[in-house]
């Protein structure tokens, strides 16, 4: 159903870059802390694409439920999750975004209310390599959803990027950059319903 487009919307990273490597590994409660007290944040990104191609743009993140991925020119694609959905807007249609579940992405795992990876069978990896922490999660109630794999460090804790693998198996790479945490972000970046009056207008 999904397919590559999820591949292309959900390489969100909610990344917090900067900050010293640590030996630590990070446990599941200290990692779903850390995402229960992100509210808002913005900052750059780059998406790197199962076939190898780079886009950057700007993301903005309010938690829970939404965020915004703003491409770069010359692309005009524009991703937002919002009032429970995902739209995938493409400036060469005519028909208005795609839409789809915001619950039926593995997007939903990091931008749900309350983040609890301890949740039975949500995790399904968690390892450190002396230098990052990476969990693999998924929906335990629909695995076919796909899943998501962040890599964090500590002290403080960060999410430096993550790994989206969708319906398909198709993998998408974000890293993010220059990333303000807190502050005020409006809500109509968020709102799906005025973003398609703008474009149709």
């Known amino acids: 159903m999904i ?25 599941l409660a ?22 190898g191609t780079l886009s950057t743009g700007t993301i903005y993140i309010k938690r829970p439920g939404r965020i915004r991925f703003e491409y770069d020119p010359p692309e005009q ?4 999750a919002g009032g429970g959905s995902v739209a995938v807007f493409d400036p060469r249609s005519n028909t208005g975004p795609d839409r789809y579940p915001l619950n039926q992405t593995p997007l939903n ?23 990052t922490t ?18 964090f460090t500590a002290n403080p804790i960060e999410l430096r990027q993550w790994v989206v693998t969708d319906d398909s198996g ?12 807190g502050g005020s972000i409006g809500d109509i970046l968020f709102n799906i319903q005025s973003e398609t009056r703008k474009r149709s207008g």
């Open 77 to 80: 694609s524009l991703v937002m």
């Open 170 to 181: 198709t993998q998408t790479t974000v890293v993010l950059n220059d990333m303000s945490v």
């Open 109 to 131: 795992i990091i931008l749900e209310r309350n983040v609890d990876l301890n949740r039975a069978r949500m995790v399904t990896g968690h390892t450190s390599d002396g230098t």
């Open 134 to 151: 990476t969990i693999t999660a998924q929906d335990p109630a629909h695995p076919e959803y796909g899943n998501i794999q962040m890599v």
């Open 30 to 51: 200290e990692v779903s802390g850390y995402l229960n007290q992100l509210q808002t944040a913005q900052g750059g990104f780059t998406q790197i694409n199962a076939d």
């Open 3 to 27: 397919k590559g487009f999820f591949a292309a919307l959900l390489m969100m990273g909610v990344v917090m870059t900067g900050g010293a490597a640590s030996s630590q590994q990070l446990s």
